[in-house]
């Protein structure tokens, strides 16, 4: 009897233990199931930690940005003589889409009618804008424009308003060169009449066609 109770619990213990085996495969397998999802969850966490640190970084950035522009829009609020550091007392002009600063100089100031020689052998206009133009600007492209108004050339030998507009730019030109910016920066360019900016049908719209431009190139 005992020896029957004791082949009955062999087989018994047999069963069970053919009953266990796949349970621990299964549960190997779960493990491993459970491993893989550990490690690809550590990988999403990773990768987000990273993606903060960039998002952080331009947001950084950003802040940069929005400091510069604040300083752009507070420098733009002076005027462009004071922006530009000519001062006050300069028709100064920026102009952001062509990248240039434009000076204005009324030919009165510098020419007498129908001349190409300055009015004083030394200009304070022309010794504070090159004074500029060699602190602020150096390097940079310099073109010196001449202009009139519509009259012809009547009591000057000059041939035309294109000659006469092109010497007092090369005069303009000239006198830059002698008080130190290099030949290689600096252009004249006699304009005429062909580049108005008032109505040359009044004496007023006339005084302020004849006048000189210094453009000052940015890029």
């Not at 950035?61 to 300083?71: H, P, V």
């Not at 308003?161 to 303009?172: C, D, G, I, P, Y």
Request: charged share 25%.
């Amino acid at each position: 009897m005992k020896l029957a109770n004791k082949k009955t619990i062999t087989a018994l213990s047999c069963l069970i233990m053919f009953a266990l085996l796949p349970g621990c495969t299964n549960w190997k397998k779960k493990y491993e199931g459970l491993n893989v999802e550990h490690e690809n969850l550590k990988g999403l966490l990773d990768r987000e930690r990273t993606e903060k640190g960039q998002l952080a970084d331009q947001v950084t950035q950003g802040q940069q940005t929005i400091d510069e522009l604040q300083k752009q829009i507070e420098q733009m609020k002076k005027t462009p003589a004071e922006a530009t550091g000519f001062g006050p007392g300069y028709d100064v002009k920026f102009d952001p889409n062509a990248g240039t600063i434009t000076v204005t100089l009324p030919n009165a100031i510098l020419f007498d009618s129908g001349k190409a020689t300055l009015k004083k052998a030394t200009s304070a206009e022309l010794d504070h804008i090159n004074s500029v133009l060699r602190e602020k600007y150096a390097g940079r492209q310099i073109d010196v424009l001449g202009h009139t108004d519509t009259d012809p050339i009547q009591k000057s030998n000059w041939k035309d308003n294109w000659e006469l507009s092109a010497q007092r730019a090369l005069t303009v030109l000239r006198y830059l060169t002698q008080k130190g910016i290099p030949d290689e920066n600096i252009r004249a360019i006699g304009c005429g009449e062909s580049q108005p900016i008032a109505s040359n049908a009044t004496a007023a719209g006339k005084t302020k066609n004849r006048r000189v431009e210094i453009v000052v190139h940015m890029r």
